[in-house]
């Protein structure tokens, strides 16, 4: 019954489970409290869970003798399961301990392990969603592979689609997957840009067809081209936004003096810039406006900048240039697309190595192990830098 169920869910298959489980593995209807403090007492020592897990997880699952769940913990390490992720795995599907190790689970893992997933990815994956093990191979699992495969053609990137959105091996090919890939194909996104999509983005196909339609309707209506990669990126910033945050964002670049349709085509541009925290647009504008005196409309012509970690990259490129700038080494009016934009070799390539014989310690300021003081400037402006 546990091996039919597991294998050819109902729709309401998760509440049959439970309750399945709830009769097979308990005398009556309210177990006895010594096998209640078993499951419980299991579920802390063998499962990891804390005591208060365990006993909201033991509502939902009755176990009589170690054996079965001893085998699935044992076949679970096996294919990369680690202590530390059985916790998550049980607080959600604590009935997984039930499933028969070799019918249930070992044809699943197998196929996982088949596919190029490593130990590490199916820890993961199951950790995300344990769900999955509870779904038919035949008809869910290898279908849905054999549909992420169709567009991305390499193992490797399915298993990677897999890893950012495991949630998505739950969803039916038939009445969710398709639907939305030939919606976008009839708007005419290219094959690449599909395949981009479903890699890196495969958790918009889990939104329900109405969102998912509302979505692609209003980025089409701001002019995205569904021929450019940057209409994906939209879709997916408007995924995890409400109105109310997006109104937030336009009146976090409006403090910078930026109009509504400057803020539009900022986005239009590099549509991450919307999906940027507060504090980390703030603190960029802050250190690039008012300490590097660049002007806030050449920054957001270039809005990808915004994306780069203050203090791994702003920040040490722009000491170095500080340092420059008053040696005479460089000129005043360095534009911050020469600065922050090159790959780091170009720009230790360009603006560290070029200058060591002038500046020994150039790098070391660079690697963040001197500073501007002990280097001898002690401007108020240099000083301000290394407050940040």
């Known amino acids: 019954m546990v091996s039919s169920l597991l294998l050819n869910p109902s729709p309401n298959w998760r509440t049959t489970v439970k309750s399945f489980a709830f009769r097979l593995f308990s005398s009556s209807r309210s177990p006895n409290p010594e096998q209640h403090s078993f499951t419980v007492s299991y579920l802390i ?45 049980l607080r959600s599907f604590p009935s997984l301990l039930l499933a028969d190790p070799d ?18 990815d199916i820890g993961r994956i199951l950790s995300s969603c344990p769900l999955i093990l509870s ?45 939305k890939i030939k919606a976008l194909r009839e708007i005419g996104m290219p094959e690449s840009s599909l395949r ?25 209506e701001l002019g995205f081209d569904p021929l450019q990669v940057v209409f994906i990126n939209a879709i997916q910033v408007f995924v995890g936004m409400s109105k109310s945050t997006w109104e937030q964002k336009m009146e976090i670049y409006r403090r910078w003096g930026l109009s ?41 012509r270039v809005p990808s900048c915004l994306c ?9 490129r722009c000491l170095v240039v500080k340092v420059l700038i008053s040696k005479g080494l460089v000129k005043k009016d360095l534009g911050f697309v020469s600065v922050l934009k090159p790959a780091e070799k170009e720009f230790l390539e360009k603006f560290v190595i070029k200058y060591q014989n002038e500046i ?27 407050q940040l």
């Not at 804390?50 to 699952?61: C, G, T, W």
């Not at 549909?147 to 399915?158: A, G, Q, R, T």
């Not at 780069?308 to 040490?316: G, H, W």
């Open 45 to 89: 020592n063998s499962c990891g869970l804390s005591p208060q897990s365990a006993l909201s997880a033991s509502r939902k699952l009755h176990l009589v003798t170690p054996e079965r769940p001893d085998s699935v913990l044992t076949l679970l390490r096996k294919y990369g399961v680690t202590d530390t992720q059985f916790p998550k795995i």
């Open 103 to 120: 019918k249930i689970l070992l044809p699943k893992l197998e196929f996982f392990h088949s596919k190029e997933f490593t130990g590490a």
């Open 135 to 179: 779904r038919s191979l035949e008809k869910q699992i290898i279908p849905l592979y054999h549909f992420f495969k169709s567009i991305l053609h390499l193992d490797k990137m399915v298993v990677h689609a897999f890893k950012r959105s495991p949630r998505v091996l739950l969803e039916s090919v038939d009445k969710s997957l398709l639907p």
């Open 196 to 220: 981009f999509f479903l890699r890196q983005f495969p958790n918009v196909l889990q939104l329900k067809h109405e969102k998912f339609h509302e979505i692609v309707k209003e980025v089409m």
């Open 260 to 300: 509504n349709d400057e803020i539009m085509l900022l986005f239009r541009t590099f549509p991450i810039s919307m999906s940027l925290s507060e504090k980390n647009i703030m603190s960029t504008m802050d250190f690039l406006v008012n300490k590097m005196g660049w002007k806030v409309t050449k920054i957001t």
């Open 308 to 316: 780069y970690s203050l203090e791994r990259r702003i920040i040490p």
């Open 360 to 386: 020994p310690e150039l790098l070391n300021l660079y690697k963040g192990e001197v500073g501007v003081l002990e280097l001898g400037f002690a401007s108020e402006e240099m000083c301000g830098i290394k």
